[in-house]
């Protein structure tokens, strides 16, 4: 079977009498197959195509991780897809500590950097056995958001959460740099209702993410006042 220049295959047809040759039927039949194989191949490349276009259109190319479009995009469609399997749909927001301060002090390649630790700490895999979709969003200059949906505990996020804070303690602890990269985190956890949207369970988690930030600050003694 071949179109243009496109060979996709073969087809053979058996012929019980010899002296019959083939009539019109057959050869539009093959001719058909070539059309609907080409037709096939060129909604392929186009839905490549479209891929293409939505990956630079949804992804933040500083961390890899998806944008603010992306996250307008898909954080919805996880919410339904949370509502109609009716699990958890969890939401986690971190907020990087001080990046004003990192960037009048030593410059902005150096608050890229750390927007880039942090973007890494954000995006390890969530280690639930039961995740049924994870993504990892960069909403705004130093704000990223995970969201996950699955049969996910408490214990499974304030085990990521600690995960995070983990791989941070051991970046700073070997990084030589003259500051240490801290992401305040908050999270919260639903089996959402039709009642519920993204904005909603967002400002839930961001009060826990301003309670937490107080409080990582106060452990650490790092804030936007600490001179060097």
């Known amino acids: ?28 039949w093959l001719r058909n197959c070539t059309i609907a194989l080409e037709a096939l191949k ?18 933040d190319h500083s961390t890899g991780l998806y944008s603010r479009n992306g996250f307008n995009l898909y954080s919805g469609q996880m919410l339904e897809k949370a509502k109609s399997y009716g699990i958890p ?5 971190g907020d990087l500590n001080c990046l004003k301060y990192i960037n009048d002090q030593f410059g902005h390649i150096h608050g890229d950097k750390t927007i880039y630790t942090s973007a890494r700490a954000l995006s390890l895999k969530f280690e639930g056995e039961d995740v049924y979709e994870e993504r990892n969003f960069r909403i705004g200059g130093d704000e990223f958001v995970k969201i996950v949906i699955g049969k996910i505990s408490k214990e499974e996020i304030e ?15 070997s990084s030589g740099l003259p500051y240490p990269v801290y992401l305040s985190m908050g999270y919260e956890s639903r089996i959402p209702t039709s009642a519920d949207t993204v904005d909603g369970i967002l400002s839930v988690a961001d009060q826990y993410l301003f309670r937490n930030k107080k409080l990582l600050k106060k452990e650490t003694g790092f804030d936007f006042k600490r001179e060097e």
């Open 1 to 28: 079977m071949h179109f243009n220049q496109y060979t996709y295959g073969y087809a053979v047809i058996e012929n019980e009498n010899p002296d019959q040759p083939i009539d019109h039927c057959y050869s539009q």
């Open 42 to 59: 060129q909604q392929h490349h186009l839905k490549l195509l479209y891929r293409k276009v939505e990956e630079s259109t949804t992804r």
């Open 89 to 93: 749909f969890v939401l986690m927001i």
């Open 159 to 173: 085990g990521h959460i600690k995960k995070v804070r983990n791989y941070l303690d051991d970046f700073n602890a």
